[in-house]
């Protein structure tokens, strides 16, 4: 069994690597999907299952881990982990490497709406396409994904090749297909018929009596691969893959790395890898209201890069950010060295965001919560939550949730000494990921500090 | 993935806050040395025994392109005797729901101890 880099209990390391060989040659990723199943050594028991990242060129075999947190985060103590990976082959008649015969699977190329080489049919309704590069983790790295969204009932849209691929498929041929899917579910989303006509699902349609569907699960899922495969009854010369949204109220899906291919689908599980996440003394979540998970980059220390905004800190907007060191405006009663100085001019869209990873379990109770001051009076009206602080989840990762946004803001009020303002967020269900806001729209007329972000569990 | 360059010493004492740590933090190659531009740093302090840090603090991520990291002690880190543990952890700064969240990434380096002596 080959060994991966050891990390730490807590790490989210993307660049664990590993390399598919076939003695001595390196195996061409091209016409393959990988995915990982990630086990606890100990027990056996599949924690998750993450997209193994083909490295580009595939042609070279490298396959990157991408662990989000949620398989490392063992309060501490650490776990020897297994990542089985689990292969997809393309394989045509003869067991070789078949050929994908989709342009642009990858669905890289293109802007706005529909990725080039695809199209949208179907009575569309007010059915949303778009072709993102803003979803995190892909399954292909540097690369977009195609999304699809269905807020109201009545779509039958789907998405298909622009021009049908043309193949030769006799009587007896099998033909098969396959993509990437993730999705997230509106508050009531629901699908009508489910696996009658309704739902999400790839449909593989050569013509005539040839025709198959894969009816996705319904729920909210990250990255898994789907795949279709059929047997022809009759002759084609072509054969369309499509990827529909068929009655499917409030479905917002992502789509990525298609198949299409005169074969079958191959699927062999690997060697499995070791993985030891190593024990480590870190903030416990039992110790309420006192562990800082934090406490690194919440304090708005240090700004290595001096772009006026601490490290660790990412942001939209176009606010004038700066370090502040004057120790009339630091909050120095907690040991602080300097703090986060923002001018505040009416933007619409500024934000200070810390994204924390880890194992978060439903009947869990988190708060975020900044410290901060103003100049004077605060002119604006900004909506609730849209100058304060907000904790929640992140898409894609179980059912979406966030703290109130009523009471959420910054008091307007001149605030001579450093206040708190906090939200608390009790969990519904598990994730992998908080998401800790400072919100900074609509808001104008003075200087806002901001100091000791703290992000604690407190039941 | 991190190597000492400074502060080579195994002892210190008690309220000691220098000469600064040095950290050149590699890849898990153990050679290459990563880029840390747009990261942040921070590290913990711990006492054997301990259950949770002690302190922990940012770090300033001085030379990215090199992969070199400095803290600042500031004097509460070794403040009692005995065997002072501390880690580093690097982090790239992401957004999640836009194109800079594509490499999130939280590491740490092996542990480092110090034998923390009382001050003569």
Redesign the interface.
């Known amino acids: 069994m080959k060994n991966l880099?050891a990390?730490?209990d807590?790490?989210?390391?993307?660049?664990?690597r590993f390399r598919l060989m076939n003695g001595g040659t390196p195996v061409d990723a091209s016409s393959m999907a990988v995915e990982l199943k990630i086990q606890d050594a100990a027990t056996g028991t599949t924690l998750c299952t993450r997209p193994g990242v083909p490295v580009s060129p595939k042609s070279d075999g490298y396959v990157d881990v991408?662990l989000?947190?949620l398989e490392t985060d063992w309060e501490?103590a650490g776990r020897d982990l297994l990542i089985v990976p689990k292969f997809y082959m393309a394989l045509d008649a003869n067991g070789a490497a078949a050929t994908n015969v989709l342009l642009n699977p990858s669905f890289d190329t293109g802007a706005g709406t529909v990725a080039t080489d695809w199209v949208s049919g179907g009575t569309l309704g007010p059915t949303v396409y778009e072709l993102r590069?803003?979803?995190?983790?892909?399954p292909v790295?540097f690369g977009k994904c195609q999304r699809i969204y269905t807020p109201t009932a009545g779509s039958t849209a789907y998405l298909t090749q622009s021009v049908t691929p043309s193949m030769t498929l006799v009587a007896g041929d099998y033909v098969s297909g396959g993509m990437w899917t993730r999705a997230k579910l509106d508050t009531g989303a629901d699908v009508t018929n489910y696996g009658i006509g309704g739902g999400y699902f790839i449909r593989l349609l050569p013509g005539g009596s040839d025709s198959w569907y894969n009816y996705l699960t319904e729920g909210d899922r990250d990255w898994t691969f789907e795949r279709i495969e059929g047997r022809c009854v009759d002759p084609h010369s072509t054969c369309a893959l499509q990827f529909a949204a068929y009655d499917a109220i409030g479905y917002d899906i992502r789509i990525d790395d298609a198949f299409l291919f005169n074969g079958r689908w191959s699927v062999v599980h690997g060697d499995p890898l070791r993985l030891q996440v190593r024990p480590?003394?870190?903030?416990?979540k039992t110790?309420f209201s006192t562990?800082?998970f934090i406490?690194?980059?919440g304090?708005f220390?240090?700004d290595?890069?001096s772009d006026g905004i601490?490290?660790?800190?990412?942001k939209?907007g176009t606010l004038t950010y700066a370090m502040e060191a004057d120790p009339d405006h630091v909050n120095t009663a907690l040991?602080g060295l300097a703090a986060q100085k923002v001018t505040l001019n009416g933007s619409s869209t500024d934000q200070l965001?810390i994204?924390y990873?880890g194992k978060f379990s439903a009947g869990e109770t988190w708060r975020f919560h900044v410290r901060y001051k103003n100049s004077g009076a605060v002119s604006g009206s900004p909506a609730n939550g849209d100058f304060g602080v907000v904790l929640h989840t992140?898409?894609f990762d179980g059912t979406y949730e966030t703290s109130t946004l009523t009471g959420a803001n910054f008091s307007l009020s001149s605030i001579a000494s450093y206040a708190t303002k906090f939200r608390t967020l009790a969990l519904t269900a598990d994730h992998s990921?908080l998401?800790c806001d400072v919100n900074l729209k609509t808001a104008s007329g003075a200087t806002l500090w901001l100091d000791d972000a703290a992000l604690w569990r407190t039941a | 993935m991190a190597n000492t360059t400074y502060q080579t010493r195994a002892e210190v004492y008690v309220g000691d806050t220098g000469p600064v740590l040095e950290l050149l933090i590699t890849?898990?190659d153990g050679y290459t040395v990563r880029n840390l531009?747009?990261?942040?740093?921070?590290?913990?302090f711990?006492f054997t025994g301990?259950?949770?840090?002690r302190v922990?603090?940012?770090?300033?991520?001085?030379d990215?392109a090199n992969g070199l990291v400095r803290y600042y002690f500031?004097g509460?880190e070794y403040a009692t005797t005995g065997d002072c543990?501390f880690?580093a952890?690097i982090?790239s700064?992401?957004?999640?729901?836009?194109?800079?969240?594509?490499?999130?990434?939280?590491?740490?380096t092996p542990?480092m101890k110090r034998r923390v002596l009382a001050q003569p």
């Open positions: 880099p990390i730490y807590g790490d989210t390391n993307p660049i664990l991408w989000k947190g501490g590069q803003d979803d995190p983790a892909p790295i480590r003394v870190r903030p416990l110790n562990a800082n406490a690194g980059t304090g220390e240090v290595s890069n601490a490290d660790g800190w990412a939209t040991g965001r994204i990873r992140e898409e990921v998401v | 890849e898990p531009t747009g990261f942040s740093a921070w590290v913990s711990w301990d259950t949770e840090p922990i603090r940012a770090a300033k991520v001085y990215g500031q509460d543990i880690q952890t982090m700064t992401e957004w999640g729901g836009s194109s800079s969240g594509r490499g999130f990434f939280q590491s740490s542990v």
